[in-house]
């Protein structure tokens, strides 16, 4: 009678398809030990907006309004995001 195999037997982690192997492992535990350049490691999180911390403002639109923002959007280049951040800034200044 045969053993039923679990999937984790087969199982290999990857980064970007790449099967991690124990060296790997190995050499980023041996990396990690010898500790890092703080100022050299990539600034993480999102870059800040205006002049102080960020809110997040749920806002609702009907259908043809985000189609519209989405449309300038594109024409524009840039995020949803931004055009509903300078219609806003328009409004208020």
Same mark, same amino acid.
């Given at each position: /009678?045969?053993?039923?195999?679990? &999937? &984790?037997? &087969?199982h290999?982690?990857?980064? $970007?398809?790449?099967p991690?192997? $124990?060296? /790997?492992?190995?050499?980023?535990?041996d990396?990690?030990? *010898?500790? &890092? %350049?703080? %100022?050299? @490691?990539?600034? =993480?999180?999102? *870059?800040?907006?205006?002049?102080?911390?960020?809110?997040?403002?749920?806002? *609702? /639109? %009907? %259908?043809? @309004?985000?189609?519209?923002? $989405?449309? =300038?959007?594109?024409? $524009?280049?840039?995020? =949803? @995001?931004?055009?509903? *951040?300078?219609?806003? =800034?328009?409004?208020?200044?």
């Amino acid at each position: /009678m045969q053993a039923a195999i679990s &999937y &984790y037997t &087969y199982h290999v982690e990857t980064i $970007d398809g790449v099967p991690v192997t $124990d060296k /790997m492992i190995q050499e980023w535990s041996d990396e990690a030990e *010898r500790g &890092y %350049d703080v %100022d050299v @490691l990539k600034k =993480r999180g999102r *870059r800040p907006i205006g002049n102080g911390a960020a809110r997040v403002v749920p806002v *609702r /639109m %009907d %259908d043809s @309004l985000v189609a519209a923002v $989405d449309q =300038r959007a594109e024409k $524009d280049g840039t995020s =949803r @995001l931004e055009i509903i *951040r300078s219609a806003v =800034r328009a409004f208020v200044a």
